[in-house]
């Protein structure tokens, strides 16, 4: 799917000597196929708990002649010894597993020793058989030292993996690791696994850090410390198959800063998962807008259809709830691999696993690295993660039928990627638009003009051609000078066809000499139907199975009903002509309904053919319906559904938007009034400082970015004199 095998026998490569941490719920210890490399070597060299779940509190407690006697019983030490005459003990209790035991609900005995020096515990011993004793069980150490791990046997007789994860030096306390969920052992597979499942890059080294508990639990804090011991533990790639919605502006800011940040100075790549928040506009989860990290959306070609679910599906389609982009920090998901594959589970629950999601994409794209990484280091080509994200973008496929604010560069190919690193080319140029944004993504407004300000860090002086992938994106100039260590801006005009839907396009900068291309900035607008107290909207379409289509509708300020309707065609024999879901999100791109199915698969009565939801009143704002064509109509001998979607208000009582607070000082001095186009311009003063303005304000329903306090526009006047609306 993505060509790692490809790479792997191209270049003898399987990403030995790169060490990847995956910050999780944990990885299983004893799963055989994340035991040793294809060499022999060490799969998981680390196994770091961050999280209390494992945490066993211990009490002090004399040792005499080899015994330690509790107030309700006792248990000898037999052949082992306590430097200081003093044994730490607790108790792991049954209940906080996600297995129930063979020994019961009687709680594990855990004892801590001083086997080494005197008062520093070092060793501990586990009553794995539940016979209230630890004279028979084997001595462990802390992970790191000795690699080893032990289980307990579940009611069914599987394994119940751990490792110590820690010894409190002064017996305080150990922590046990393991999995209790299992993504993060399912995650493992698909980077690195080396078994039955052969991950991405089965060579490479593995760091479990766990940080979510066994409820899936995480704190913002505990990842960011995770994300510092990682770099401190020396690995290249971190994969976070992990995602935070609805974090204060601060907070999301801190964790993309702390990521930025350990990419430059440590040198790791970062793959992230896009969420499980999709198909809504704008899902995109944090760290996944991260700048500098490699976000990884899904999609299911039509080989994984059919191997994994048995559905003959005609093209790749995007996994229906992957988090899609724009975000204002650029193109995200960067790439799109696949979200369905058999892994390795847990064994205390099997061993292998049909699982789906962009969890399971990100590793695709963290093994696929950890192969890039050491292709370059056996070709001598020095690598950067700035580097490598870019080859990674740049050798991606793009993905038929959606736009690259919804799957990015497209799916990943590794093949593509190594050539394009072999070339080494030159990182892009910083580009910002608007409040300091990456890229426009707007669905409130419709652009009038923005300006792209385009900055040059390098030490040579930087000409570029522009050009757009869209029509609809004009320049104020075709080239663009940036000097060395300086900054230039272009002015933007937008000329958006009057068709409503979703329009996505890229400004492009290329070398004139090279042909290489030095910027891209992702613009999106979005078009929506507007809905009025008296009409409504209503349009016909088509999806293929696996398939889905977004339409936008604008509601505007008031009180009454959002009614929405998708509606299934019948053949002439009255058999429905397609099977459909949809997806309602609000103007802030929130989830707000998700329905059944509807069409094919249900009796031909009254009811089935069509979906209904019906909202009080509505936000104001441009809302979201997404139609999703089921994988399933081949079972109905269909390869794509047809329907109808319509909008509409109900009971509407149209309500007058609050005027805005004083902000601006207008002022203009037009030419002398005459009919046809003309040119004006409109100086605005901060009301305050009274100095030009900066900002955005809306023109005659259309967004002008400020220019040192100008705007520049051309008008038809109205009865002979220029009529303006603006808001801000």
């Known amino acids: 799917e993505i060509k790692a095998s490809n790479l792997r026998d191209l270049l003898k490569v399987d990403g030995s000597g790169v060490r990847v941490a995956v910050i999780d719920t944990g990885i299983d210890p004893g799963h055989p196929d994340l035991r ?48 200081s005459g ?48 630890v004279d028979d069980e084997k001595p462990l150490k802390a992970y790191v030292e000795t690699h080893e791990y032990a289980s307990l046997l579940t009611q069914e007789g599987k394994p119940f993996n751990f490792v110590i994860s820690y010894i409190s030096p002064a ?95 440590k040198g790791i790549t970062f793959c992230v998962s896009a969420g499980n928040l999709g198909p809504g506009l704008g899902s995109i989860t944090s760290p996944a807008d991260s700048r500098k990290g490699i976000s990884v959306g899904g999609y299911l070609s039509p080989a994984i259809w059919s191997l994994n679910y048995g559905w003959p599906v005609e093209q790749p389609t995007l996994w229906q709830f992957s988090s899609v982009g724009p975000y204002a920090g650029g193109i995200a998901p960067l790439v799109v691999a696949p979200a369905s594959a058999t892994t390795t589970d847990v064994r205390w629950r099997g061993e292998y696993v049909l699982e789906e999601g962009t969890s399971i994409a990100a590793p695709y794209a963290a093994g696929g690295v950890a192969l890039l990484i ?3 280091r056996q070709e001598g080509i020095p690598v950067s993660p700035d580097l490598v994200r870019l080859a990674i973008s740049r050798g991606a496929e793009p993905l038929s039928g959606y736009s690259q604010a919804e799957a990015g560069y497209g799916t990943l190919n590794l093949l593509r990627s190594w050539e394009i690193l072999k070339e080494r080319p030159a990182l892009p140029l910083e580009a910002r638009q608007g409040n300091g944004e990456r890229g426009l993504y707007t669905r409130s407004y419709l652009p009038g003009l923005t300006y792209l300000q385009v900055a040059n860090t390098g030490a040579v002086n930087q000409y570029l051609e522009l050009g757009s992938t869209s029509s609809w994106i004009k320049f104020s100039q075709p080239n663009l000078q940036v000097p060395v260590r300086g900054s230039r801006s272009v002015a933007l005009e937008y000329e958006l066809p009057a068709e409503p839907g979703l329009y996505s396009g890229v400004i492009t900068g290329s070398d004139p000499g090279s042909e290489e291309t030095r910027l891209e900035v992702l613009q999106t607008v979005v078009v ?77 009565t009254s009811g089935h053919e069509f979906l209904e939801y019906t909202l009080s009143n509505p936000a104001a704002g441009v809302w979201e319906v997404v139609v999703y064509s089921s994988v399933s109509l081949s079972q109905h001998d269909l390869t794509a559904s047809r329907y109808t979607i319509a909008a509409s208000l109900g009971n509407w009582v149209n309500s007058e938007p609050e005027p805005p607070q004083d902000k601006y000082i207008i002022a203009s001095v037009p030419s002398a009034i005459k009919a046809g186009v003309q040119n004006i311009t409109l100086n605005f003063w901060d009301k305050l400082t009274k100095l030009p303005a900066r900002g955005r304000v809306l023109i005659n329903n259309l967004l002008y970015e400020l220019k040192n306090g100008k705007v520049h526009l051309s008008i038809t006047p109205q009865d002979q004199l220029p009529w303006l609306e603006i808001a801000w």
Do not use: C
């Open 36 to 83: 040793q490399t294809p060499g022999g070597g060490l799969k998981v060299s680390g196994w770091v708990d961050l999280t209390d779940q494992g945490k066993i509190d211990l009490s002090p407690v004399e040792v005499e002649a080899g015994w330690v006697d509790l107030p309700e019983d006792g248990f000898s030490l037999g052949v082992y010894k306590s430097r």
């Open 86 to 133: 003093q044994v730490r003990y607790g108790y792991l209790d049954p209940a906080r597993l996600p297995v129930k035991l063979q020994a019961g609900s009687r709680k594990v005995l855990v004892v801590a020793l001083d086997a080494g020096l005197a008062g520093r515990y070092d060793t501990v011993l586990v009553d794995l058989n539940g016979n209230g004793r």
């Open 171 to 265: 017996g305080n306390y150990v922590k046990l690791g393991f999995d209790a969920i299992g993504h993060g052992t399912k995650v493992a597979g698909i980077l690195a696994g080396n078994g039955l499942v052969q991950g991405t890059a089965p060579g490479a080294e593995l760091v479990a850090i766990k940080v979510f508990d066994g409820y899936g639990g995480n704190d913002l804090s505990r990842l960011k410390e995770a994300v510092r011991l990682a770099a401190n533990m020396g690995v290249q790639v971190v994969n976070l198959s992990l995602g935070y919605t609805g974090l204060p502006a601060g907070e999301r800011q801190e964790l993309e800063t702390l990521i930025n940040d350990m990419s430059a100075l």
């Open 374 to 376: 050491q292709a370059a």
């Open 528 to 604: 929506p139907y507007k809905l009025t107290a008296t009409s409504g909207a209503a349009v016909s379409g088509e999806a293929a199975a696996g398939m889905y289509r977004r339409y936008f509708f604008e509601v505007p300020e008031g009180n009454g009903q959002l009614n929405l309707r998708v509606t299934i065609p019948r053949d002439a024999s009255g058999r429905y002509q397609g099977r459909v879901r949809m997806h309602v999100m609000d103007p802030a791109g929130r989830l707000i309904h998700a329905s059944n199915y509807a069409g094919s698969g249900y009796p031909v």
